[in-house]
């Protein structure tokens, strides 16, 4: 009865795909991206294809029901990226220049390049957000050693998935105990990297320190015996593999057909 | 049962230090005996520990002179994983004994017997078993890292002893635990020895392993200065010189025979001071 409820059900078809199908479709939705961002659009050679074709991101993830996961991690991706947008199109300069306000410009290829690399981002790192929300760590876990990849491997990913978490919450504490001591760290920019730094200390040396006893702990439950493991957790497939990588490996083709055909035009 | 675990000469010392931290050791330890291990911080109890279970020096270095036998064969001499089966071992700070990658306690539980490939339903069963034990089951499906410091320590306990090692080595498993933990991880411990099980235990709490160990092993700076049954160690009062917290039982008997109160021997338990001392009211009252 225990074993049953370890299982992971999900209802949503989609989320529930084996987590090498949802990584195969993250691979081909890159080339997709790449293939697209070459088409370039107009005078300044846009690459306007991937504005589009980044949409099919967040549906994919509402589609996935996650959506409210979806954003609540991509919020920092969209900042970067647009950031990085900005950036581009502000200081990379060309003689054409596309819009002007005071001593602002926005140069042609600055544009250009800004798009492509945001949107890039924007596409690429969007997938994953989406593989990791749909796919629960233990799922990778069984999914990695299933596919003959060693456990210690699959350990090291793992369990610096996992340490994020921790991480996370770890430097939230040693925040506050900064605070306690009278260390600001609430405020403007400035402010809050004075107080980021000396965090990163006890963080990281706690991090090391804590992982010599870790290698202990395995050591000592078995994690080097020689032999086959066992698993409480079973990770199947869901029967619609085939089709979702179908589904997938056709569009693929018909974009890279596409770009082939505007080529030629 | 015949001798287990065995020290010859053992001189160790952690690297880059030039004093070792244990000196010439020499005893040995029977099967199926509860051993209590006593001392003062830096004594080396969890240093002892660390050589019975190999992990000095093979995983922290450092020189070891002499030999440490486990079922007659050096500890240096077991391959990688080899000592996990026959050695359970729990560590002094229960905030880093989780595998890090499982999500529910019930896995976390289960982790070695999956890396020691028992069948699925066999696990569950045992697992099970040894939460209901240790009173950790209601937490089972809780995250490990999102736990009390007396919860881990149960964690930690559940998770070693569901391996059903032969031999348990046990550092200070207790100290983050309330007076009612600390009795019920104890009575866990006396199962175990019921089991015919080898225990080790480090622990401050000295009523308790007077109450519960067969034998003392006291140490100071590194030397083994004691090692007998338990009644003759914590009856010792030379000992407090040395160092070493007496039972209160044991202070108050001796304090009784120095004042002419004759006790038939010096009690180190509760039991056993209530017997002697009602003996000797009664005598006195006739
Ligand atoms: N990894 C290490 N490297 C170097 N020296 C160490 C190491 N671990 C312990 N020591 C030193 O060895 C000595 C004995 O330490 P040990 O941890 O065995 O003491 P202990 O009796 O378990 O103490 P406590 O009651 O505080 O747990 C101490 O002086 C300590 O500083
Ligand atoms: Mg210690």
Redesign the pocket.
């Known amino acids: 009865m225990w074993r049953e409820k370890l299982q992971l059900h999900k209802t949503n078809p989609i989320a529930a795909l084996y987590p090498s199908c949802k990584f195969l479709i993250l691979c081909l939705y890159a080339v997709c991206s790449f293939v697209l961002g070459s088409i370039g659009v107009g005078e300044g050679d846009y690459p306007l294809f991937l504005i589009p074709w980044f949409f099919v991101v967040p549906i994919l993830s509402a589609a996935s029901g996650v959506w409210k996961r979806f954003v609540h991690a991509f919020r920092a991706v969209l900042f970067i990226a647009a950031l990085i947008l900005v950036v581009q199109a502000l200081l990379i300069p060309s003689e054409k220049v596309v819009w002007q306000l005071g001593f602002l410009r926005i140069y042609q290829a600055g544009l250009k390049s800004g798009l492509s690399l945001s949107f890039s981002i924007l596409n690429i790192a969007g997938m994953f957000v989406w593989l990791f929300q749909t796919t629960e760590n233990k799922e990778f876990t069984r999914a990695l050693e299933d596919s003959g990849m060693n456990y210690k491997a699959a350990y090291v990913f793992i369990s610096s998935l996992q340490m994020i978490d921790v991480l996370g919450k770890n430097s939230r504490t040693i925040m506050n105990a900064q605070r306690a001591r009278g260390v600001e760290t609430e405020g403007n920019m400035i402010v809050r990297a004075k107080a980021f730094f000396p965090s990163l200390v006890p963080l990281i040396v706690g991090a090391i320190t804590s992982s010599e006893e870790r290698v202990l702990t395995l050591e000592s439950k078995g994690f080097d015996v020689n032999g086959p493991k066992t698993s409480l957790f079973e990770l199947k497939k869901s029967g619609k593999e085939p089709l979702a990588g179908g589904i997938a490996i056709v569009v693929t083709l018909a974009v890279i057909v596409g770009r082939i055909v505007v080529w030629v035009l | 049962m015949g001798v287990v675990i065995e020290f010859k000469n053992v001189t160790y010392s952690?690297p880059l230090?030039d004093e070792p931290?244990i000196r010439d050791m020499s005893f040995t330890l029977e099967g199926g005996k509860f051993y209590g291990v006593i001392?003062?911080?830096?004594?080396?109890?969890?240093?002892?520990c660390s050589l019975i279970r190999g992990f000095a020096p093979s995983f922290?270095k450092g020189e070891l002179q002499g030999q440490v036998l486990v079922d007659g064969k050096p500890t240096v001499d077991y391959g990688p994983g080899e000592l996990s089966l026959k050695i359970g071992y729990v560590f002094?700070n229960p905030f880093n004994q989780i595998s890090g990658v499982k999500d529910t306690l019930f896995e976390e539980v289960a982790f070695g017997l999956e890396n020691f490939g028992v069948p699925p339903e066999e696990i569950e069963e045992r697992v099970v078993e040894v939460m209901k034990m240790t009173n950790i089951l209601q937490l089972a499906e809780k995250n490990p890292f999102e736990l009390s410091g007396g919860q881990m320590q149960r964690v930690a306990l559940a998770s070693v002893i569901v391996l059903k090692p032969d031999i348990l080595v046990i550092d200070?498993p207790t100290s983050q635990l309330d007076p009612e933990g600390t009795e019920s991880v104890f009575k866990i411990i006396e199962e175990m020895k019921k089991e015919k099980k080898t225990v080790i235990l480090?622990e401050h709490k000295i009523d308790l392993v007077a109450e519960y160990a067969d034998e003392v092993l006291v140490?100071k700076d590194g030397r083994l200065i004691r090692k007998d049954a338990t009644a003759k160690v914590l009856t010792d009062m030379s000992l407090e010189k040395e160092g070493v917290q007496l039972p209160q039982m044991a202070i108050l008997g001796n304090r009784l025979v120095e004042s002419g109160v004759p006790l038939r021997y010096i009690p180190v338990t509760e039991a056993q001071a209530c017997e002697v001392i009602g003996e000797a009211i009664r005598k006195g009252g006739k």
Request: hydrophobic letters at 20%; glycine letters at 16%.
């Open positions: 952690y230090t931290v001392g003062e911080n830096g004594s080396g109890k969890t240093t002892l922290y002094q200070e480090v140490l």
